[in-house]
């Protein structure tokens, strides 16, 4: 789809569409080199007169700004943050297995992982070996059923 042309220089309104990444002095440095227009499908390698100036106003924008409303200026004022999304199950959920984590240790008992399924499965294996599982030198604790159990016993493991 393409886009009517604008009529005046004025008109164009700057997007970046490419950017480079140089390494000065250890850091990544992110330069734009190639600009386009939101309005048409002009492109540029330099930015068009008046980037950042509100027509009505004739000043540079400013974030502080509140009487303009362009996108740009309402998306400098977006907070975003990862909210409810960035952990998969509820605080309540995640404090009693790390309890329940926190139990087991105490008791001897290293299990594969926090959740409540290596957790209980490290108590199961500790049960049928009559002595505390630990999961960096035995095998996996779902596997320590009470015939693998005695057959440890038997081996001396």
Sequence with gaps: MELEPCIEPDDHITKIIKFEYELKDGDVVEKAVLYGCTNCDATSTTVWPGFG???????RHNILDSDCDCF????????????????????????????????????????GGTTRAHIEAARTASENMNKPYNSETMAPAHQIDKKVATTMKELGI
């Design 72 to 111: 740009g200026c309402k998306a400098r004022t977006l907070e975003m943050n990862a909210g409810d999304a960035k952990r998969d199950i509820s605080d309540k959920k995640w404090t009693s297995e790390l309890n329940e984590y926190k139990k087991a240790r105490a008791e001897g008992i290293q299990p």
């Design 53 to 59: 100036i509100p027509k009505s106003s004739g000043k």
